[in-house]
């Protein structure tokens, strides 16, 4: 399961992703890895056009955007997107301003988040040092994979090297991970605190442990995407050859269709059905404990504070919800991969799914006043803050 840009999947082109296409056969003998300390370039004679694409008379490389490098998906990479929409310049325009907008306010929003809960001490609290938690993951995202799924996306062929072939799609599936867990831990420990009405806050030695345990079990989880990877060249036609970066599977290409839906199962599903079981616990326990006489302070900053972390998870879920369900629809009915539209489609929902990205820093400062006063202080290049506001309910206990 990759997530770094959008993927291209053919049927008609699929055997050459196989174990067999990728070391040479009958149909693709042109086709192999390529390793660029042992190998020459490819030569005009070296490998024929795949039977896909000699039936077709569109040979240009431009209309051939569609090959790439599966990092953006579930499913394998492989030739497509003839007509590719893509490939409009109207729509380039678009992705460039889309992705632009993203990465620029992912990286300003993130970073601002980490700062400001390492310089301010009013600020530097278990639940704060989660949240930065994913903020450090969503920077990882803007800054090491959207620049790059931008590129390729434009391009339709990876032009980034064997390395990166390998730790771009690794990077990038870490982070979701990272995003997935913590969302999860954030949601557990409020849990333990207000449903069970612990009083002791975690230690913090403690909650840096969790958040290293969050990145070695994610690190394990997106393992597969570095493992099971080959990068080499294909030449389309004497003289034209692009770069391809593909999972390779160790079986048959069934191998990744279970490792997708199982991703899906441990990063979607499970993970949202954990986390909304914890929160309607914790509403309940909250509704059912502020008598109208009995409203104080405590309770107001735990609904606030609650209510800004659920609108987190309900973001979450519903910027990744179009990718997901479109990625499952691949893998049910490959059918939809014919889709003359379905690069396009498949580039807008990657879109709409790194909105996550940027969209917490926005909802801190809309919804925590403690946050909006620690940026105002930032923005005004102040010491010290003004005041922490108890609404704020970040420096609170739970």
Known sequence: MDYLSPANISQDASLLFSDAGLHGNDLYPGYHAYDPGIDDPPTEDSSPLPPFYADTPLLDLGDLGGYGPGVGGYGDSSLAGLGDSTKLVGVQVVLILAYSTIILLGVVGNSLVIYV?????????VTNFFIANLAVADLLVNTLCLPFTLVYTLLGEWKFGQVLCFLLPYAQGLAVHVSTVTLNVIALDRHRCIVYHLETRMRKDVCFGVIAATWVLSAVLASPLAIFREYGTFNLAPGQFIQ?????????????????ISMLLLQYVLPLAVISFAYARIWSKLRSHMS?????????????TTKMLVTMVVVFAVSWLPFHAFQLATDIDSSVLDMRDFRLLYTLFHVVAMCSTFANPLLYGWMNSNYRTAFMTVFRCDQRMDSVHPEGAFHSRS
């Open 292 to 304: 109208p006489a009995g409203r104080n302070d405590r309770h107001r900053r735990r609904r606030k």
């Open 117 to 125: 809960v390492y310089r301010f001490k009013t600020l530097r609290t």
């Open 244 to 260: 391809v970066c593909t999972e390779k599977w160790p079986g048959s290409s069934t191998d990744g269709t279970v490792y997708s």
